[in-house]
């Protein structure tokens, strides 16, 4: 995290961000929760919670344009971006 975005990055993530904003508009839905580092303060995990990994990619798909950007403009405020994982919760 660029220590200078850090308010921006953090408005951007959030459960009322941009991103869940975009997300919302897709079925499937349910959650963004945006994490900090207890350790490293420049050091965040956002999670993403979807019904199905189909419905995530669709979102992607049928609001490309808008998602490129979205990414686009996140991009300027990090260092890095590692993808964990997909996860599936179980009940």
């Known amino acids: ?16 961000g941009d991103w869940a904003e975009l997300f919302r508009e897709g079925p499937g839905f349910v959650s963004t929760t945006l ?3 207890l350790r490293d303060p420049r050091r965040y995990m ?3 919670r979807w019904t199905g990994e189909e419905l995530y990619e ?3 798909r049928t609001h490309a344009a808008r998602y490129d950007a979205l990414d686009r403009r996140c991009r ?7 993808e964990l994982g997909r996860f599936d919760f179980l009940h």
């Open 1 to 16: 995290m660029k220590p200078d975005r850090v308010e921006d990055f953090e408005s951007i993530y959030r459960e009322d």
């Open 35 to 37: 994490m900090k580092d």
């Open 46 to 48: 956002v999670a993403d």
């Open 58 to 60: 669709e979102v992607k």
């Open 76 to 82: 300027t405020m990090i260092e890095r971006e590692t």
